[in-house]
């Protein structure tokens, strides 16, 4: 007789919890208590690599750094004046949490994802006509496909005049920041508490994280340590386990951290995906081929945020690292090629493996800054084309296997120049004067 669906999910569930029990090493709640640490050298790590690697944090405006091994801190390095004890914003990584608390207000029965956003905000939260509005549900804010215009003047704008519609709810994936802050309302109107003590209920005092919820202009951004950013990383290591205590519904989480809706592959709910056969990003309508970090683990997730925040998780590896700090010099405020970067110095670690010098094989843009003209050197393919995207997402320049270009009727401001070669995309930053 076969076993019913319901033992067969509570069965797999108990053994989840006890193989990580055997596993993954969560510290404890007080944060008085002692975080166990494992020493680099039991992994193969060489100790000139680590140095390596916090001079390259150092050089990219890093203020802390901590990685886990299955739970117990590998390396922790802080810069500066940055200490275990100062606060720091998470910008965008923060909003994994608003995603944490989502599923745990829908495991309560306080709300549903599927359910119109105008349940909770009330009718005319946007500049919509009403059916265009009501097509709009949480689930549509978590996944950034609530077909609000994100190319208004001001996309932090929560007010109903500064969301305006596009397209269906649905149809299009832009990364937009008011319909997700919106959410926040949400949760307040579902719950009937603050955002800051339901983020207390059930997510700092199950964890041991601290932080706090601060309101700045129209955002809701999320302080706290690097340390309190680890616990969050563990926990999401964890599948929402924390020591054995399932903090969240297992079918919201397995949603969650998986892709979410066919426009983009890359995002889950308000979390980056990697290993996907292709991803979009910010302010572009554009698909690029391949993962956002072709060197971290293909089932790496994470929380990335402005100048550099970044929660990255992988459980295949055991690794779990957060950064947190000013905006990288070297990629600025694309975070994904950030993410990638540390995730190649991790990879160079290993004393047993030889260090490729992986610069070799990156392009760059000289001059850059440019003026009238640039040249992209480094291009190892016969075969290749160029193409230059403004900050709107708007494709303003195109050619193919030419890396000698007049620049000179391009606008000043910042542009992504994107070099293809084969199955490989390859993003720079380029500020043009």
Same mark, same amino acid.
């Given at each position: 007789?076969?076993?019913?669906?319901? *033992?067969?999910?509570?069965?797999?569930?108990?053994?989840?919890?006890?193989?990580? $029990?055997?596993?993954?090493?969560?510290?404890? !709640?007080?944060?008085?208590?002692?975080?166990?640490?494992?020493?680099?050298?039991?992994? &193969?790590?060489?100790?000139?690599?680590?140095?390596?690697?916090?001079?390259?944090?150092?050089?990219?405006?890093?203020?802390?750094?901590?990685?886990?091994?299955? &739970?117990?801190?590998?390396?922790?390095?802080?810069?500066?004046?940055? %200490?275990?004890?100062?606060?720091?914003?998470?910008?965008?990584?923060?909003?994994?949490?608003?995603?944490?608390?989502?599923?745990?207000?829908?495991?309560?029965? /306080?709300?549903?994802?599927?359910?119109?956003?105008?349940?909770?905000?009330? %009718?005319?939260?946007?500049?919509?006509? !009403?059916?265009?509005?009501?097509?709009?549900? !949480?689930?549509?804010?978590?996944? #950034?496909?609530?077909?609000?215009?994100?190319?208004?003047?001001?996309?932090?704008?929560?007010?109903?005049?500064? /969301?305006?519609?596009?397209?269906?709810?649905?149809?299009?994936?832009?990364?937009?920041?008011?319909?997700?802050?919106?959410?926040?309302?949400?949760?307040?109107?579902?719950?009937?508490?603050?955002?800051?003590?339901?983020?207390?209920?059930?997510?700092?005092?199950?964890?041991?994280?601290?932080?706090?919820?601060?309101?700045?202009?129209?955002?809701?951004?999320? @302080?706290?340590?690097?340390?309190?950013?680890?616990?969050?990383?563990?926990?999401?290591? &964890?599948?929402?386990?924390?020591?054995?205590?399932?903090?969240?519904?297992?079918?919201? @989480?397995?949603? #969650?951290?998986?892709?979410?809706?066919?426009?983009?592959? $890359?995002?889950?709910?308000?979390?980056?995906?990697?290993?996907?056969?292709?991803?979009?990003?910010?302010?572009?309508?554009?698909?690029?081929?391949?993962?956002?970090?072709?060197?971290?683990?293909?089932?790496?997730?994470? &929380?990335?945020?402005?100048?550099?925040? *970044?929660? $990255?998780?992988?459980?295949?590896?055991?690794?779990?690292?957060?950064? #947190?700090?000013?905006?990288?010099?070297?990629?600025?405020?694309?975070?994904?090629?950030?993410?990638?970067?540390?995730?190649?110095?991790?990879?160079?670690?290993?004393?047993? /493996?030889?260090?490729?010098?992986?610069?070799?094989?990156?392009?760059?843009?000289?001059?850059?800054?440019?003026?009238?003209?640039?040249?992209?050197?480094? *291009?190892?393919?016969?075969?290749?084309?160029?193409?230059? *995207?403004?900050?709107?997402?708007?494709?303003?320049?195109?050619?193919?296997?030419?890396?000698?270009?007049?620049?000179?009727?391009?606008?000043?401001?910042?542009?992504?120049?994107?070099?293809?070669?084969?199955?490989?995309?390859?993003?720079?930053?380029?500020?043009?004067?």
């Amino acid at each position: 007789m076969k076993k019913s669906a319901a *033992i067969q999910i509570l069965t797999f569930f108990l053994f989840t919890i006890f193989s990580q $029990s055997q596993t993954l090493y969560f510290p404890p !709640i007080s944060s008085t208590g002692t975080w166990e640490t494992t020493d680099p050298a039991t992994l &193969g790590w060489c100790p000139e690599r680590i140095t390596n690697l916090y001079t390259f944090l150092e050089d990219e405006n890093t203020k802390g750094f901590l990685l886990l091994k299955d &739970g117990k801190i590998v390396l922790e390095q802080y810069f500066g004046t940055h %200490t275990a004890q100062t606060l720091w914003y998470w910008a965008s990584a923060g909003k994994t949490i608003t995603s944490f608390l989502v599923g745990k207000a829908q495991e309560e029965n /306080l709300l549903n994802i599927n359910d119109r956003t105008s349940i909770y905000l009330g %009718t005319g939260w946007t500049n919509c006509t !009403i059916p265009q509005e009501n097509n709009i549900t !949480i689930k549509n804010q978590l996944t #950034m496909t609530s077909g609000l215009d994100d190319g208004v003047a001001d996309v932090d704008c929560t007010l109903p005049s500064c /969301l305006d519609y596009l397209s269906d709810a649905g149809t299009r994936w832009a990364y937009h920041n008011a319909p997700y802050t919106l959410l926040d309302d949400v949760l307040q109107s579902a719950t009937t508490v603050n955002l800051n003590t339901y983020t207390q209920l059930k997510l700092k005092n199950p964890t041991g994280m601290t932080g706090t919820w601060t309101t700045i202009d129209y955002n809701n951004v999320f @302080f706290s340590t690097v340390r309190s950013m680890a616990r969050f990383g563990l926990l999401i290591q &964890g599948n929402g386990i924390w020591n054995g205590n399932q903090l969240i519904n297992p079918n919201y @989480f397995s949603e #969650m951290v998986n892709t979410s809706q066919n426009l983009n592959k $890359s995002y889950g709910y308000l979390w980056w995906l990697n290993g996907k056969p292709n991803y979009m990003l910010p302010t572009t309508q554009l698909i690029f081929p391949g993962s956002y970090a072709p060197d971290a683990p293909t089932d790496m997730i994470a &929380g990335l945020g402005r100048d550099g925040q *970044i929660v $990255s998780i992988s459980q295949s590896s055991g690794l779990v690292f957060i950064r #947190m700090g000013e905006a990288p010099s070297s990629t600025g405020s694309v975070t994904t090629i950030f993410c990638n970067q540390i995730w190649q110095k991790i990879n160079e670690l290993d004393c047993n /493996l030889a260090v490729i010098n992986q610069e070799r094989n990156k392009i760059a843009i000289v001059p850059n800054p440019a003026t009238n003209s640039i040249a992209i050197t480094n *291009i190892s393919s016969e075969n290749y084309s160029i193409e230059i *995207i403004n900050v709107l997402g708007n494709s303003v320049l195109k050619v193919s296997n030419q890396n000698y270009i007049d620049t000179s009727k391009l606008a000043s401001g910042i542009y992504m120049v994107l070099v293809r070669q084969g199955n490989q995309t390859q993003i720079k930053k380029l500020i043009k004067k």
